[in-house]
């Protein structure tokens, strides 16, 4: 087992090479993650899909979230509209 690590400092110079080959680079910029622990491609992979994994599950915790809190003020704009045209319609019917 070897790790990868893609660590680029911030002081590096922009002319400087980095440690390892670009897709490695991309990977962990992508991972957010400064090495990846692997035994070769599959060690890889599995780090991908794991932290795809993760992702999917935060993304998924969000957008039940957002879809909770939309109703929420579906419903609030609801009650309100209606309280708004019950109140209307008792001012109308006081003209009369």
Same mark, same amino acid.
């Given at each position: 087992?070897?790790?990868?690590?893609?660590?680029?400092?911030?002081?590096?110079?922009?002319?400087?090479?980095?440690?390892?080959?670009?897709?490695?680079?991309?990977?962990?910029?992508?991972?957010?993650? %400064?090495?990846?622990?692997?035994?070769?491609? %599959?060690?890889?992979?599995?780090?991908?899909?794991?932290?795809?994994?993760s992702r999917h599950s935060s993304t998924?915790?969000?957008?039940?979230?957002?879809? %909770?809190?939309? %109703?929420?003020?579906?419903?609030?704009?609801?009650?309100?509209?209606?309280?708004?045209?019950?109140?209307?319609?008792?001012?109308?019917?006081?003209?009369?």
């Amino acid at each position: 087992m070897h790790v990868i690590i893609c660590y680029i400092n911030s002081r590096q110079s922009l002319g400087s090479i980095p440690p390892c080959p670009a897709e490695q680079i991309f990977l962990c910029r992508l991972l957010k993650t %400064d090495s990846i622990q692997s035994n070769g491609n %599959d060690g890889i992979v599995r780090s991908v899909e794991e932290a795809l994994a993760s992702r999917h599950s935060s993304t998924m915790e969000l957008m039940k979230f957002l879809e %909770d809190t939309i %109703d929420a003020r579906r419903a609030k704009t609801e009650s309100i509209v209606e309280n708004l045209n019950g109140k209307l319609h008792t001012e109308g019917q006081k003209k009369s």
